[in-house]
């Protein structure tokens, strides 16, 4: 795995916390031992919370003058599933950065699951290191373009 400091560099991140994003990047196949238990799966729960808040205010920020609730709903929705974060992540680099056990076969590692649960992860890794504004801020970076170019 190259070192997260590449990816951040790349993302113009200062991160404090490391060990909470190498958590972020850490399958649940990777969980050998008693000392080594933590995997993404927690960071994952508050990422997608964090994502689904950001998206959804965004797009109340840029349509509430156009759109029902209805069709800002369908738009959230479209835009925080999982092909749509996979594609993010893979935009992103994030495969580059994942852990997996040695149980997980090189063929099934570029799986739309575990890039969106990555991305969820790393979401929450934010959130949690730097605070909602500065997740806010690249979470709006990274949706804004497809925000304003939607189309039903």
Not at 49 to 60: D, E, G
Not at 104 to 113: G, M, T, W
Request: proline residues 1%.
């Amino acid at each position: 795995m190259p070192k997260l400091q590449t990816l951040f560099e790349q993302l113009n991140l200062h991160v404090k916390n490391l060990h909470s994003y190498e958590v972020a990047f850490t399958h649940s196949s990777c969980r050998v031992s008693e000392t080594h238990k933590q995997d993404y799966e927690k960071l994952e729960f508050i990422g997608d919370a964090v994502i689904s808040f950001v998206v959804a205010s965004l797009i109340y920020k840029l349509h509430s003058q156009t759109l029902d609730q209805g069709k800002m709903t369908k738009m959230r929705s479209e835009l925080v599933q999982k092909k749509a974060l996979a594609r993010y992540a893979r935009t992103l680099g994030l495969e580059h950065y994942i852990q997996f056990g040695p149980q997980i076969k090189e063929n099934e590692k570029d799986n739309d699951r575990f890039l969106e649960d990555v991305f969820e992860a790393f979401m929450g890794a934010l959130y949690i290191d730097l605070g909602i504004e500065r997740v806010s801020e690249f979470l709006t970076s990274i949706f804004k373009q497809d925000i304003l170019e939607f189309s039903f």
